[in-house]
């Protein structure tokens, strides 16, 4: 591994172990094994540098939710149905005991948004790209095939719907919403929309 890379490892140690906030460019450095010219080098500031290891730890979760269907990564339910909808979401919130701390990170970054602007207009752009990324497990369609409205709708559904159960789950995992209740929520609200 180059430098590059020695930080970015180094940085997402120290996220897990500090947060965001505590960590600084002194702490990346000394778990890197690299200087502090390369964080500026590499990735112009230490925020830029934490933020794209944020970015690369949630990219990582996202790994975990793949539910590894089948010996070919295949589902069992077909893209699009509720059966697949309770699939996805039991995968997800099956990865959330070992991923807990990159989520209370997470909220660590919703509450201090407000004092740092640039963090937040880079974590912004990340989770438009996260939108994108969680709907090929719904619907079956490769990432690189989605169109910007499936994108804006379907994957800010379930961005939001993740969102909401990470709340639920951090907050007191004995009382959150389960897979199952989920997806009959789901089928409950489909049967009760109204044409017309």
């Given amino acids: ?66 539910p590894g269907w ?32 990159i989520w209370m990170l997470s909220f660590e970054l919703i509450h201090q948004g407000d004092r740092l602007p640039e963090v937040r207009k880079l974590l912004a752009e990340a989770q438009a790209q996260g939108r994108s990324g969680i709907v ?7 990432e690189d095939q989605l169109d910007k409205e499936t994108v804006d709708t379907e994957g800010r559904f379930y961005q939001t719907l993740l969102n909401g159960l990470m709340v639920q789950w951090l907050f007191d995992p004995e009382t959150a919403t389960g897979a199952a209740q989920l997806t009959e929520g789901l089928r409950r609200v489909i049967a009760g929309v109204k044409d017309g």
Wanted: charged fraction near 25%; hydrophobic fraction near 35%.
């Fill in 136 to 142: 090929p497990m719904f619907n079956g369609v490769p």
């Fill in 1 to 66: 591994m180059g430098h590059r890379e020695d930080l970015l490892e180094g940085a997402k140690r120290c996220l897990l172990e500090k947060g965001f906030l505590r960590t600084t460019a002194r702490d990346i450095v000394k778990e890197s094994g690299t200087n502090l010219a390369s964080i500026g080098y590499h990735y112009g500031s230490k925020d830029a540098l934490l933020v794209q290891a944020y970015v690369s730890l949630i990219e990582g979760v996202g790994d975990d939710f793949d």
């Fill in 70 to 101: 089948g010996a070919g990564g295949e589902a069992t339910a077909p893209p699009g149905s509720l059966e697949r909808f309770q699939e996805v979401w039991a995968s997800i919130i099956g990865s959330l005991p070992e991923t807990r701390a």
